[in-house]
C-alpha cells in the first residue's frame, strides 16, 4: 500500500510524489496525499484513509471539479478567451473557479445563497470574482441561486454558465482523476473495500464510485449525509425522494434532489448513513486533537462515516474518504462558542476537547 506516512517525511514538504515542477495553478490541483487517520485506524482494526482534498491550491476538493468543467468548456468552444463564467456555488467551486479564471484569463461571476460564511464571500471578492449572495430558497424557486446564475449568463452572449450541479464534467473529473489516484495510492484492485463520502454536487462520490467500480474488485461505495439532506432516504427507501428533514450546521453538502452527476450512480450505491451534526462537531475536535487535521465540517462527517462504514465490513479492511477543505473557512463558527451554543452543539464537545474552542 503506497499511503504517505507522516511520521516518515524526511524530505521537505512538496505536492504530489514525484520530484520535478508543474506548469502554474492548474497543473498543481489534484495529485494529493492519502493520509492513513492512525487513531481512528487503530480503534476500529481497519485502515481508515483519508484523501487530502483540503491540499489543493485553492484549498478544497472543488478545485478539481471546477479545472474539469472549464477545461470542457474550452473543449466545446462554449468559453473563449477573456470570456466570463458564471456559477451558482456555496463557496468551493466559486473559489476554485475564481482561481482558475484568473490563472487562464476569464473573468468569475458567483450567486451564492446569503447563509455562507462570510469568510468565503470575502475570499471570493479578493480573488477578483464578481460575487452575488442571495437569500437561500429551495430550488423549485426561480430565485435560487442557481437559476439566477443561469439567467446572469444568458444575458451575456461572452458568458458560460458552468452548472456544476448537472455538468457530467464535474463528476468526469474525479473519474479521470480522483479516481485513479486512489486506487494507485492503495495499491491497486483489491487493497480498496470501500469508499464513502458526503455529496454536495455529486461529482466526487459518483466519478469515483464509477471510477472504482469499473476499477476495484468488490468495493463497496456508500453515502454520507447530514441532516436536511434526502438522498439517505432514497437509498434506504430504493428510489423514493423524500422530503427534507432538519437542518445541518455543514456546508456544501446536502442535496435535495438526485442531480446529472449524482444520477448515473445513485442506484448502484451499496449503502447509506445519515450523520448528526453532534458526532460530526466531535470529530472535528477529535481529528484536531488526535491527528492534527484541522479540517471543515463535511470532512469531519466523512470520517465519522469512515467509521461507521468500518463497523459495517468489519475489521481489516481498507476504506478510503475524502477531506474535503479546511476550517479555515469556518473558524468563526466552528471555534466560536457562542456559535456553538446557538447551534446546540456546545455539549457535543467532549471536555477535554474544549480547550480548543478559543474564539467567544
Ligand atoms: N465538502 C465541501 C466543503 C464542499 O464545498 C463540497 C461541494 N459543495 C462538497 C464537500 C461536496 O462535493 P461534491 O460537489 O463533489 O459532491
Known sequence: MFVRSLPALKTPLRRGFTSGTVSGLVEAIGNTPLIKLEKLSKETGCTILGKAEFQN??????DRAALGIILDAEKRGLLKPG??????????????????CRARGYK?????????????????RMLGAEVYPVPAVAYENPQNYNHQAKRHAENDPNSVWTDQFDNTANADTHYRTTGPEILSQVGGSGNIDGFICATGTGGTLSGVSRYLKENAKGVQTWLADPPGSVLDSYIRSGGKLKH??????????????VTNNMAPIIDQMDGSFSIPDEETVEMLYRLLDEEGLYLGASSSLNVVAAVELAKVLGKGKTIVTILCD????YQTRLFSRTWLQSKNMESAIPDHLQKYVVLP
Do not use: F, W
Request: glycine fraction near 20%; hydrophobic fraction near 30%.
Open 57 to 62: 491550491p485553492g484549498g478544497s476538493v472543488k
Open 83 to 100: 470570456g466570463t463564467v458564471v456559477e451558482g456555488t456555496a463557496g468551493n467551486t466559486g473559489i476554485g473557479l475564481a482561481h482558475v
Open 244 to 257: 427534507r428533514a432538519g437542518s445541518s450546521i455543514t456546508e456544501g453538502i446536502g442535496q435535495g434532489r
Open 108 to 124: 468569475c461571476v458567483i450567486y451564492m445563497p446569503n447563509t455562507q460564511s462570510q469568510e468565503k464571500i470575502d475570499l471570493l
Open 326 to 329: 479546511g476550517a479555515y473557512r
